[in-house]
């Protein structure tokens, strides 16, 4: 499934109306664990490239670009770490009933309202790691997005080899106890190329003390 990422982005970066904290929460179905069968490197490889050229198609277009018309009319594509199969990780999830909805801090003052909606366990680079994972809830009110998540995180990469402010992933709701995390699919905030966004700040629960060395690059104009 393609994501379009200027709509996607878009959610995050606007000023969403009040929600009330009484807003009923998408409830996660008990199932039996799930089975994932992992995909072959030449598949998981060719997911990412879709993925690369569909953000680079929309950030080389005028019309869903986060660029600025400067930086636009020399823009020849995005940097990308080398796709690496092991940041394709089938994890752990775990669900977080009932948690309060609760205001993001963003790179403004905007404050647009999330909720926890569960963890993500799993081990990379030989240690355990936990990531949170968010659900906006102006997003899940639109029935093409509903079942989408946010996860934003930062780690040992950032302020040198990847943006500064951190990366975002999404994911699909998991219909189990298992979900994929695919760090070839991080992608910068909109703020990393244009100050006129507000984009929500990685929480410190969700720093990884690694290198991920995939997904999106810091931005290089030049």
């Known amino acids: 499934m393609k994501i379009n990422f200027r709509y996607l982005v878009f959610f995050y970066v606007v000023i969403l109306m009040s929600i009330a904290t009484s807003c009923a929460q998408k409830k996660v179905e008990k199932?039996?664990?799930?089975?994932f069968k992992m995909p072959s490197?030449?598949?998981?490889?060719?997911e990412v490239h879709d993925f690369q050229d569909d953000l680079n198609l929309n950030?080389?277009?005028?019309?869903?670009?986060?660029?600025?018309?400067?930086?636009?009319?020399?823009?020849?594509?995005?940097?990308?770490?080398?796709?690496?199969t092991s940041y394709y990780v089938?994890?752990?999830?775990?669900?977080?009933?009932?948690?309060?909805?609760?205001k993001m801090k963003t790179t403004t003052d905007r404050l647009p309202i999330y909720r926890k909606f569960g963890e993500a366990h799993f081990?990379?680079?030989?240690?355990?790691?936990?990531?949170?994972?968010?659900?906006?809830?102006g997003l899940m009110e639109d029935p093409e997005y509903e079942d989408y998540l946010f996860v934003p995180f930062t780690d040992e990469t950032n302020g040198s080899?990847?943006?500064?402010?951190?990366?975002?992933?999404?994911?699909?709701?998991?219909?189990?106890d298992r979900m994929i995390i695919n760090f070839n699919k991080a992608y910068n905030p909109y703020c990393a190329y244009n100050a006129k966004y507000s984009c929500p700040i990685p929480p410190s629960e969700n720093h990884l003390d690694i290198e991920i060395k995939a997904g999106v690059k810091a931005y290089d104009k030049h």
């Open 31 to 35: 199932k039996e664990a799930t089975v």
């Open 41 to 46: 490197a030449n598949q998981i490889i060719n």
């Open 59 to 84: 950030y080389g277009d005028k019309e869903e670009s986060p660029l600025t018309d400067e930086d636009l009319n020399a823009f020849k594509g995005l940097q990308f770490f080398e796709i690496d």
């Open 90 to 102: 089938i994890a752990k999830f775990v669900e977080t009933p009932n948690t309060a909805p609760f």
């Open 123 to 137: 081990q990379l680079q030989g240690k355990d790691q936990v990531l949170s994972i968010f659900q906006n809830l």
């Open 161 to 176: 080899e990847s943006y500064g402010g951190g990366r975002y992933l999404d994911v699909e709701m998991p219909e189990g």
